[in-house]
């Protein structure tokens, strides 16, 4: 399987915005990722409906892994509204942040997905 190229991870980012209804969002996608050690990122601003997905593609070994890691990073954005919501209310940050991650990390292996590949 190929490696995924810079266009290969700005059309899947698009697919999924479209797929998630994040049409209204102004998603900018990049490749420099502040810890080296991961392969992507997400930053969002609900509150603006912009956010920022960053991929390592360095760590991208296949088209298949770039799909699953694009997808990852989109469903932070589609839960960014109600992660800033909890965290705002909350006096443990880190434990929230973990628990989104988990969610995350859930949703991304649905079944679901496969039938839309």
Known sequence: ????????V???VGKYQY?????????E??????????IGDCVASPEYFKAR???????LPNLKEMEMVVRHEMLHV?????TEVVL???ENKKT??????????SMERWPLWRVME
């Open 19 to 27: 797929y998630f209804g994040l049409k209204s969002w102004r998603i």
């Open 10 to 12: 700005q059309e899947c």
């Open 96 to 105: 929230l942040e973990l628990v989104e991650e988990m969610v995350v990390s």
């Open 78 to 82: 589609v839960l960014s509204p109600y």
């Open 29 to 38: 996608v990049s490749f420099a990722v502040d810890d080296q050690e991961n």
């Open 53 to 59: 997905v960053a991929f390592n593609l360095d760590k």
């Open 88 to 90: 705002s209310l909350s």
């Open 1 to 8: 399987m190929p490696k995924p190229t810079i266009e290969d």
